[in-house]
């Protein structure tokens, strides 16, 4: 059953269109990998991610004309990024602008070592090393 699914993306909803898509890209080092404007949904979907769609789940970035703020609420938790060298990815960030939420160091009640940063809209993304 489960080789019947594919993970395809996850969507967000972002305030500005274009600073979120220089984060993903020019911070994260995804590439936008397309772009849908919906004039008559009053929308525009970005979608970016590491590789493409059909082999790589992706991140689409969803704009609601005329909408500047979210509230995100307390459901959703975070995105996940594997790195190979945590202390100096976050320090590239730190340099590039980003904030960081939560400093390299081990989870708690266990060895492996994260981080956790913010989007410019607000939204966690952990940072996990892994060699």
């Given at each position: ?7 395809l993306?996850t ?45 790589n ?12 703020r979210?509230d ?8 996940a ?12 960030l ?18 492996t070592?994260i ?5 410019p ?6 940072l996990?090393?892994?060699?």
């Amino acid at each position: 059953m489960s080789s019947e699914f594919q993970y395809l993306h996850t969507m967000i909803r972002v305030n500005d269109l274009e600073e979120s898509v220089d984060f993903y890209t020019r911070m994260l080092g995804m590439k936008e990998l397309r772009r849908n404007d919906v004039p008559d949904g009053k929308y525009t979907l970005a979608f970016v991610g590491y590789g493409d769609e059909k082999s790589n789940t992706v991140l689409e970035l969803t704009y609601n004309y005329g909408t500047d703020r979210y509230d995100q609420g307390n459901a959703f938790g975070h995105l996940a990024l594997g790195v190979p060298d945590i202390k100096t990815t976050v320090e590239k960030l730190r340099a590039g602008g980003v904030k960081i939420a939560r400093e390299p160091g081990p989870v708690k009640f266990g060895t492996t070592v994260i981080a956790f940063i913010e989007d410019p809209n607000g939204y966690k993304i952990e940072l996990i090393e892994r060699h």
